[in-house]
């Protein structure tokens, strides 16, 4: 009989807020003809607003693929030991 012992610490997932990191980065792609709009970070409201005049120029072209992303960072839970390395580098 095998017996294994795994080491496991806890760890916290959650949005990365990082000042360097947007809260989120979205593009819209139009999928009749391709075109898209520059990608924006923290704002959605500017591809929202060029999805709408894009079909209001190209009646034709309704359907968009939206894309949001967002960021993580995982962090150690209170006894992980990394938790204590982190604090003692800073
Ligand atoms: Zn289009």
Redesign the pocket.
């Known amino acids: 009989m095998t017996r294994s012992i795994i080491k496991a610490a806890a760890w916290t997932l959650g949005a990365d807020t990082d000042d360097d990191t947007p809260e989120g980065v979205y593009s819209v792609v ?6 898209e709009p520059a990608v924006t970070e923290n704002e959605r409201l500017p591809v929202e607003v060029w999805a709408l005049k ?2 209001g120029l ?1 009646p ?2 309704r359907r ?1 693929k939206v894309k949001a992303e967002t960021f993580w960072c995982v962090t150690p839970a209170e006894g992980n030991p990394y938790g204590e390395k982190d604090a003692q580098d800073v």
């Open positions: 139009c999928s009749s003809c391709g075109a894009h079909t190209n034709d072209h968009f």
